[in-house]
């Protein structure tokens, strides 16, 4: 691939970006602002009823966060004129046609300008109402790639899924998609209307026994891991991301199209600054949990491999994958961004970090005193997790309750403070078990190939940068990345 300049590629070019208020979304905007101040347009699609909506949330959760110190500090009082000359804040929602947008005006010009499509939005809890995950994981991508079709200019469509789109399969995850319908474990049947009638159904049911919206909710979130399960994927997350690729595969037509899967994304390693981060991710709630001492034992293979790779280099590849891949009709390129193959850390380092960050740097409890950390009891199969949580917990629970009367003042804090750990540690066995057992390697040679072609082609590819074998693991977590969710996220 001659790929040329990516900042020349950048000039003039106009980028519909959606989900613009999420984590990689602002990173993305930011580094491209930054970078390349000639850009076209920016035209961010954000949920809300109307541009001066749209705009509110852009400024409260994008332009006024840390995460523009840099940009303010180059531009000064100028900030926001240039803000207002490159971003258009777009009112929509991905999940309903022509994304929602109300502004006829402002919807023709978008498809008369945008040169490429981002799409950036979902849903990432990995227990979420299946209604809500189809809509945005599922559906949101079959409205996107509609809403391509009618830009003129159009070169390329980026579509943002995840690495673990692959559940829970073992070995050498390959950077092919997948066949609409296609099940993980082989049942036939999965059919996207078949899902969308089913839960439109259920929702009536609930609605007909006039269930409460705590029913409702629990009940939808309950068929979103029935429904993923039964196809062979571990949660509602990955299995509507799925569905998600299946449906942009298959709609696309002669649109070129990227695919690409990010594995854990954790905080930046070098862009804008070191550190910067937004709310927990898988291995972050364990961290967190650990370091406030909530979490003294876990379920997981201590051979196991954490696949992260910092928000910036997903950023880079994403600009980087735009500029090596605008204008290629017809081709699909699927991209696996992680670190499992050149760099791979092991569950058993993750909790060693852990230990030497949070003893040398402890966090401090509701007294203001510091909460004393010891080594996590890592338990490798189910039965020795349940033996470990009756013995260390539910046996005291149970006890408490057949403590005199006189007594139960003195121990209902203990109880309560048990009865909160036990639930917190359960539920991130829950949600997190896939992963702490996980044995699969994501392939990454398209990957590979690009990160080449992008240092054989121009001066640029430091600035681009998203080779995970230039990180040093210790260096990144004791100093960047775990002081980063102790600044920006429980600050």
């Known amino acids: 691939m001659d790929l040329g300049s ?62 523009f110190r840099v940009m303010k500090e180059k531009w000064g009082g100028g900030l926001n004129t240039f803000i207002s000359e490159k971003v258009v804040p777009v009112a929509g929602d991905i999940s309903c046609e022509d994304l929602g947008v109300k502004e006829t005006g402002l919807m023709e010009e978008m498809w008369r300008e945008v040169d490429v499509v981002v799409n950036l939005a979902a849903t990432t809890n990995f227990d979420e109402r299946y209604d809500i995950a189809l809509g945005l994981n599922t559906m949101g991508p079959k409205y996107i790639v509609n809403f391509a079709k009618k830009c003129a200019k159009l070169k390329l469509l980026v579509h943002v899924s995840t690495a673990y789109v692959w559940g829970e399969k073992g070995g050498l995850m390959p950077e092919t998609p997948f066949r609409m319908g296609e099940a993980l474990n082989g049942t036939l049947g999965l059919d996207v209307d078949v899902e969308m009638k089913l839960v439109q159904e259920r929702l009536q049911q609930l609605e007909d026994t006039k269930a409460t919206e705590r029913e409702i909710k629990i009940a939808l979130k309950e068929l979103g891991i029935e429904r993923a399960r039964k196809y062979g994927w571990p949660n509602t997350y990955v299995f509507t991301k799925a569905m998600g690729e299946m449906l942009v595969g298959s709609l696309k037509g002669d649109m070129p199209l990227v695919i690409l899967r990010p594995t854990i994304i954790t905080s930046t390693y070098k862009e804008p600054f070191p550190g910067w981060v937004e709310g927990l991710r898988t291995i972050d709630s364990l961290a967190v949990g650990y370091g406030k001492g909530r979490l003294t034992c876990f379920l997981g293979d201590p051979d196991s491999i954490i696949d992260a790779i910092p928000a910036d280099m997903v950023v880079n590849s994403i600009i980087v994958a735009m500029a090596a891949n605008a204008s290629q009709s017809c081709q699909t390129t699927i991209y696996q961004v992680g670190s499992s193959v050149k760099n791979p850390v092991k569950f058993t380092y993750i909790q060693d970090i852990g230990y030497r960050y949070f003893t040398s740097h402890p966090l401090s409890d509701k007294q203001g005193k510091p909460v004393i950390v010891g080594k996590v009891k890592v338990l490798s199969t189910m039965a ?108």
């Open 6 to 67: 990516i900042l020349t590629f950048l000039e003039c070019k106009s980028i519909l970006v959606t989900g613009a208020t999420g984590f990689i979304a602002k990173i993305l905007v930011e580094k491209i602002l930054r970078t390349q101040p000639k850009v076209g347009k920016l035209y961010l699609l954000v949920r809300a009823a109307d541009t001066n909506s749209a705009n509110q949330r852009l400024q409260d959760e994008m332009i006024n966060k840390e995460l």
């Open 384 to 491: 020795s997790f349940n033996r470990y949580m009756s013995i260390r917990y539910m046996l005291p629970l149970k006890g408490l309750e057949l403590v005199n009367a006189a007594f139960c003042q003195q121990f209902r804090s203990l109880h309560s403070e048990l009865d909160r750990k036990v639930k917190f540690v359960m539920r991130l066995v829950e949600l997190y078990r896939p992963y702490l057992f996980f044995e699969g390697i994501f392939d990454d040679i398209n990957t590979e190939k690009l990160r080449l072609a992008a240092k054989c082609s121009y001066h640029e590819a430091d600035e681009f940068c998203f080779d995970p074998e230039t990180i040093d693991w210790e260096d990144y977590f004791m100093n960047i990345h775990i002081p980063g969710l102790v600044k920006y996220v429980l600050k």
